[in-house]
Each structure stands twice: as C-alpha cells, then as structure tokens.
T-cell receptor, first 112, second 114 residues
Framework: GENVEQHPSTLSVQEGDSAVIKCTYS??????FPWYKQELGKRPQLIID?????GEKKDQRIAVTLNKTAKHFSLHITETQPEDSAVYFC???????????FGKGNQVVVIP | EPEVTQTPSHQVTQMGQEVILRCVPI?????FYWYRQILGQKVEFLVS????????KSEIFDDQFSVERPDGSNFTLKIRSTKLEDSAMYFC????????????FGSGTQLSVL
C-alpha cells in the first residue's frame, strides 16, 4: 500500500519567514494530495489539495507543489504568522481506493 | 459552517469491554470514514462506508470492529472486546463528493483502554 513520509518532524521559523514541509509517497498511482492543519486540541482541517494533473496550486499565503517523477510534494507557507503554528499532515490517495494514507505530521512553530 | 460531531470526547474502558463511538456526519455527505491516531504515530485508515455498506477496510479493522449507520444521521464504530493497543484518538470523517476528497473530520474521541 501507499506509504507517505514527512520531513522535517519539527520546524521552527521566525514570524514573517517562509516554511516548507516536504512529503514523499511510494505509490506512483496516487493522484490526489491533500494537506491538513491541526491546531492543538482541534480537529484536522483541509487547507489545500492538489491533483496529479497540475504541478502547483496556490491559495493566498499557502501553496503546494507536486513532482510526480520524484514522487514528492511540498507545502509552502509564506509570511508566516503565529496562528500558522500547528501540526501539518500530508496525505495521498488514488481514485482506485477509499483511503487516505497520511504522513506522520510536522509540528510548525512560528516564533513571534 | 457544518461540522462532523463526535461523542464522547473521551472514553475510558477496561480491557475486554465493548465500546461504541458515535459520529454525526454532515447531513448531505455521502461517504463516511473512521481513522485513528495512536499517540506519536500516523493517522491510520480504518474503514470507509458508502451507500449503507463498507466500501473498504484496512488490516486493522478486524472482526472486533464493526460500523453501523442505524438511522439517517448517526454513524457508529463498535469495538467488541477492547485491547490495550486500541487506545488511540479515533476520528470520524465525511465527504460529500468523491471518495477521499475534501474530508471533513470530527474533533475525535480519545479512547483509553486500561
């Protein structure tokens, strides 16, 4: 089955700087890649997703890039703010199944 | 904004006891899921449910687990005889459109098996 790995496990950035989280996946058939944000004590919430037919997607300060050849995708957060502090999960799936394979999560800490 | 609701938020049980975790998915959603997260580990898929039947289940979802949608609103996960290793945060999720896409998660039930 699909295996998703995230790097680094913890990331600290100064407020205003950019944060980048990288994920790799193993199954070349995967074609849907969402990112979820989980603040302390709250539920995971979808922040952005990308399908395999595009290489990049942007939504305000958040962007996701996908490299199908290398089987990795990344989350980019620009102009970080304290409210960006959370655990971020990447995931992968394909239309042939009904499950998301999640990475282990990255703790992002934005230092004011 | 509509939310997936889960009850209880915390559940403590003795090993070997049965537990039922309850979820109310968003009302116009068609696909329902249970995931779990053992402390410090990945979020793991348990089961997906569509059109009143299981559409897929993981190797974790053995005979001790079952799901049910007893009425038009509730979606339950039952563990018949809990083990210590069942201790985890259990998340219910639902989606309106295609499977897996734009999942809405509940706030979770923290299950502790003693």
């Amino acid at each position: 089955g699909e295996n998703v790995e995230q790097h680094p496990s913890t990331l600290s950035v100064q407020e205003g700087d950019s944060a980048v989280i990288k994920c790799t996946y193993s199954d070349s058939a995967s074609n849907y890649f969402p990112w979820y944000k989980q603040e302390l004590g709250k539920r995971p919430q979808l922040i952005i997703d990308i399908r395999s037919n595009v290489g990049e997607k942007k939504d305000q300060r958040i962007a996701v890039t996908l490299n199908k050849t290398a089987k990795h995708f990344s989350l980019h957060i620009t102009e970080t703010q304290p409210e960006d502090s959370a655990v971020y999960f990447c995931a992968a799936s394909n239309y042939g199944n009904n499950r998301l394979a999640f990475g282990k999560g990255n703790q992002v800490v934005v230092i004011p | 904004e509509p939310e997936v609701t889960q009850t209880p938020s915390h559940q403590v049980t003795q090993m070997g006891q049965e537990v039922i975790l309850r979820c109310v998915p968003i009302s116009n959603h068609l696909y329902f899921y249970w995931y779990r997260q053992i402390l410090g580990q990945k979020v793991e898929f348990l089961v997906s449910f569509y059109n009143n039947e299981i559409s897929e289940k993981s190797e974790i979802f053995d005979d001790q687990f079952s799901v049910e949608r007893p009425d038009g609103s509730n979606f339950t996960l039952k563990i018949r005889s809990t083990k210590l290793e069942d201790s985890a945060m259990y998340f219910c999720a639902s989606t309106q459109s295609a499977p897996n896409e734009k999942l809405f998660f509940g706030s979770g039930t923290q299950l502790s098996v003693l």
